[in-house]
């Protein structure tokens, strides 16, 4: 399966932007799907999951309540619509795909991730 991530640029802090990740190829099989990313000289870290169906979904304490992921199933993306923001948001962002059998499931992992997009940046100005 191939990930397209998209809507990353340049925002003040408190401002908002819409990421999306559209899935191509292999899509008929089922899979979470997840948003980490990468700070200048840092680890890359998780963002946020959401389940196959849609239906359960997680947040990085460091974005609850300002991030939210979501999914339209039926045209293969996902979305992190990212509110608030700060200059510690600035990053390059990464969706990933999990195959996965169980439709309620996610993962908080990147090791386990089997498909990864480019990378979209987003840099966030005080």
């Known amino acids: 399966v191939q990930l397209q991530a998209s809507g990353g640029g340049l925002v003040q802090a408190g401002g908002s932007l819409r990421l999306s990740c559209a899935a191509s190829g292999r899509t008929r099989s089922g899979y979470a799907m997840g948003w980490f990313r990468q700070a200048p000289g840092k680890e890359r870290e998780f963002v946020a999951a959401?389940?196959?169906?849609?239906?359960?979904?997680h947040h990085a304490d460091s974005v609850k309540g300002r991030f939210t992921i979501s999914r339209d199933v039926a045209k293969n993306t996902v979305y992190l619509q990212m509110n608030s923001l700060k200059p510690d948001d600035t990053a390059v962002y990464y969706c990933a795909a999990k195959e996965i059998s169980d439709t309620r499931r996610y993962s908080r992992f990147d090791y386990q991730y089997d498909y990864w997009g480019q990378g979209t940046l987003v840099t966030v100005s005080s």
């Open positions: 959401i389940s196959r169906s849609g239906d359960n979904a």
